[in-house]
């Protein structure tokens, strides 16, 4: 009674200081490391609540660069959709989409919990890793973002604790509710269905070792066959789309084996210490590793089940490390079960009662480190864009009707200038807009304004006689009014 009192303590505790860390957080814009992905599931969000709350249609900003004007689909949108329902509810804000990323981040550390309890029934150690796992910086910084990738990690997470229930009680609904959690984790992310495997091995593995029951393995196959029915679906439907994406041809694509090796030694030795575990929890991790190497520490089941599933990991970021590379870290999100599992064994063979030390480490310098070394990624400095689009957002929304169509230039992601300025329409980039193209949008497109931080463009003597008017002029950006297709067609 007293242990699983102290673990519940310990898990509520990493959550409130969390809460507490992340406060300021909570209210502010999207901002700060890897906004391209945030802006454009953001602009989901809005779409399904302005234009089309068809979760079938997802879509962008630009009317230019999706498939059928805007129409861009990537993975299934479940969780941009579900954001706009309840943005439909409470009003539209960004601390909406946070706190709902928030939840579903604390479900990823209480997911953790159970999963340890799970497999040793041991809550202290379940208790410290989900501690641990709460502190992982790209953890910490992700589930406060609108992300896909941390739904999917939390199905994941959930995969694997219904797994492990079953083999302890062999309830096949458990099994069922694994396969439900692999369904949503491959459909909010398309990488994340390969944990598939580890429910594949249980199967065989009972099948050959333990019972030999073949109308069990039969049933057991027909349940992941009928749960990848939906994700082969949507991505059959949606990857027609990706053509120009290199995620797909992954390792295949031009690549050089020198820069290979860069990427690799960086995910190692830069990655892994510093953002992906917490350089305190460091030495859980190597102690957990060392004892893994030497000794059995998992039944032979979830062995089986635990190998199968790093496996297919590290051949996922062999397949993708070019894509990878060193920027894009929320792709290493499927390593932080395995390393949080390295992370407990080590927690599990310490004596904690003679390991003040160690306390000091868990408790104090997990959250300040994580803390100090994410909070700067939420500046206005690390994305990536001219500062006056930030600087002067208010001013640059207001001055136009939102729902104007407009042609906006520079943003070579098509959807972080449009959110900023929360306008849609015909969005370029490398200062470059032919006087055709800007013709033809006025004609046959709508379009009736124009952003522009580009005197390349807004001064050529194609384009000036294209616009009225200069509505508004904030540091490098300059907001015009188009002139009326009236006057073209005269």
């Not at 199905?155 to 062999?170: D, H, N, S």
């Not at 992906?276 to 190497?293: Q, S, Y």
């Amino acid at each position: 009674m007293q242990e699983s009192r102290s673990a519940l303590l310990i898990v509520l505790a990493s959550m409130m200081i969390s809460i507490g860390a992340h406060w300021t957080i909570f209210n502010t814009d999207l901002i700060g490391v890897h906004l391209w992905r945030q802006s454009q599931n953001e602009w989901y969000v809005r779409n399904f609540m302005r234009e089309d709350n068809n979760i079938l249609n997802p879509r962008i900003p630009a009317h230019n660069l999706g498939s059928k004007g805007n129409l861009l689909r990537y993975e299934f949108p479940l969780m941009q959709w579900s954001i706009a329902q309840l943005k439909q509810v409470v009003g539209d804000s960004i601390w909406v989409t946070r706190s709902m990323m928030f939840l579903i981040g604390l479900f990823c550390i209480w997911g953790i919990y159970l999963l340890l309890v799970q497999i040793w029934s041991q809550k202290i150690v379940a208790a410290l890793t989900a501690w641990t796992f709460c502190y992982s910086p790209v953890f910490y910084y992700y589930m406060i973002n609108p992300m896909s990738d941390i739904w999917a990690l939390c199905a994941q997470i959930w995969m694997m604790v219904w797994l492990v229930k079953f083999i302890r009680t062999q309830k096949f609904s458990h099994f069922i509710w694994s396969a439900v959690f692999l369904m949503l984790a491959g459909l909010f992310k398309l990488p994340f269905f390969m944990f598939g495997i580890m429910l594949l091995t249980e199967s065989f593995y009972a099948y050959l070792r333990i019972n030999h029951s073949s109308s069990i393995l039969l049933k057991k196959l027909f349940v992941l066959f009928a749960i990848t029915i939906p994700v082969a679906a949507w991505y059959i439907f949606a990857i027609k789309d990706w053509g120009y994406m290199g995620v797909l041809k992954g390792v295949t694509a031009q690549a050089n084996l020198s820069d290979l090796f860069v990427y690799f030694k960086f995910a190692l030795f830069h990655w892994l210490p510093l953002h992906l575990v917490n350089v305190f929890a460091m030495i859980f991790l190597l102690i957990g590793t060392w004892i893994l190497i030497r000794r059995k520490v998992f039944t032979p089941s979830l062995s089986w089940i635990f190998s199968a599933g790093l496996i297919i990991t590290l051949l996922y970021y062999v397949y993708e490390i070019n894509m990878i590379a060193k920027v894009h870290d929320y792709y290493m999100l499927p390593f932080l079960v395995w390393l949080h599992l390295g992370i407990a064994v080590g927690i599990r063979s310490i004596d904690w009662a003679k390991s003040r030390f160690l306390w000091q480490i868990l408790f104090i310098g997990m959250p300040v480190y994580t803390y100090f070394k994410i909070m700067p990624f939420w500046n206005i400095n690390r994305n990536g864009y001219k500062k006056d689009w930030f600087n002067y957002s208010a001013d640059l929304k207001s001055v136009v009707p939102r729902d104007s169509l407009c042609i906006i230039l520079n943003d070579n992601s098509g959807v972080v200038v449009p959110y900023v300025i929360d306008h849609q329409g015909y969005v370029f980039d490398k200062d470059d807009l032919p006087a055709m193209w800007v013709e033809d949008m006025i004609l046959h497109r709508r379009a009736t304004y124009m952003y522009s931080d580009s005197r390349i463009v807004d001064t050529s003597a194609g384009v000036v006689p294209f616009i009225d008017s200069l509505l508004l002029e904030k540091g490098e950006v300059r907001v015009f009014r188009l002139v009326d297709k009236i006057k073209i067609q005269r």
